[in-house]
C-alpha cells in the first residue's frame, strides 16, 4: 500500500507536467508582417534620407570654402586668413553638430514609431497565450534570448494565430 503511494505521489507531478500547455512564435516574422512596420520603416527611411541629403550639402559647402581658402590662402591678408579659418572651423563644428543631432533624433523617432508596433505585437501574443492557455509563449526568432533546445514536437507554434489576431495573412 505504501509503495502504490508512494508511486502516486512520483506520478503525480509528471501528469502535471504533461497537461502544461507550451507555445513558441517566430515574433520577427509577425513584425515585418505587420502592415505598421513597413509603414514605420519607410517613413524613417525617408527621414534618414533627408539628414543625409543636408549632411551632403553641408560637406560639399565645407569642401568648397576650405578648396576655395587652400587656393587663395598665399594672397590673402592676415586679417582674412583668420576670418576664413574661423569660418571652417565653425562651418566643420556646425557639421559635426549636426551628424550628432540628426543620428539622436533618427534613434528618438525610432523609437517612436516602433514602441507601439511592438507593444501591439506583445498584446497579440498575450491575448493568444491567455486564449490557448499556454503556461509560456516563447520567441525563437533570431533576436529573441537565445534557446539552447527546445522539442516542436511538444510546444504549439501560434505564429499563425498571432498573425490571424493582427489580421495579417
Known amino acids: 500500500m505504501k509503495k502504490l503511494i508512494l508511486?502516486?505521489?512520483?506520478?503525480?507531478?509528471?501528469?502535471?507536467?504533461?497537461?502544461?500547455?507550451?507555445?513558441?512564435i517566430n515574433a520577427s516574422e509577425v513584425f515585418a508582417a505587420m502592415p505598421e512596420t513597413t509603414t514605420a520603416q519607410t517613413e524613417l527611411q525617408t527621414l534618414q534620407t533627408q539628414y543625409q541629403e543636408e549632411f551632403q550639402r553641408l560637406q560639399d559647402e565645407l569642401r568648397t570654402k576650405y578648396e576655395d581658402?587652400?587656393?587663395?590662402?598665399?594672397?590673402?591678408?592676415?586679417?582674412?586668413?583668420?576670418?576664413r579659418q574661423q569660418e571652417l572651423q565653425d562651418l566643420n563644428q556646425?557639421?559635426?553638430?549636426?551628424?550628432?543631432?540628426?543620428?539622436?533624433?533618427?534613434?528618438t523617432k525610432y523609437q517612436e514609431k516602433l514602441a507601439p508596433i511592438h507593444e501591439k505585437l506583445f498584446n497579440a501574443i498575450?491575448?493568444?497565450?491567455?486564449?490557448?492557455g499556454y503556461i509560456y509563449v516563447v520567441d525563437i526568432s533570431a533576436q529573441a534570448t537565445p534557446i539552447l533546445f527546445f522539442?516542436?514536437?511538444l510546444s504549439t507554434d501560434v505564429t499563425s494565430q498571432v498573425k490571424a489576431k493582427l489580421g495579417i495573412k
Request: hydrophobic fraction near 35%; avoid cysteine.
Open 94 to 107: 556646425r557639421l559635426e553638430e549636426f551628424a550628432q543631432k540628426s543620428e539622436q533624433d533618427i534613434q
Open 126 to 132: 498575450k491575448e493568444v497565450g491567455t486564449a490557448g
Open 69 to 83: 581658402y587652400q587656393k587663395n590662402e598665399a594672397t590673402l591678408p592676415d586679417a582674412t586668413k583668420q576670418r
Open 151 to 153: 522539442n516542436e514536437t
Open 7 to 24: 508511486i502516486a505521489l512520483v506520478l503525480m507531478p509528471l501528469s502535471a507536467v504533461a497537461q502544461q500547455k507550451f507555445a513558441h
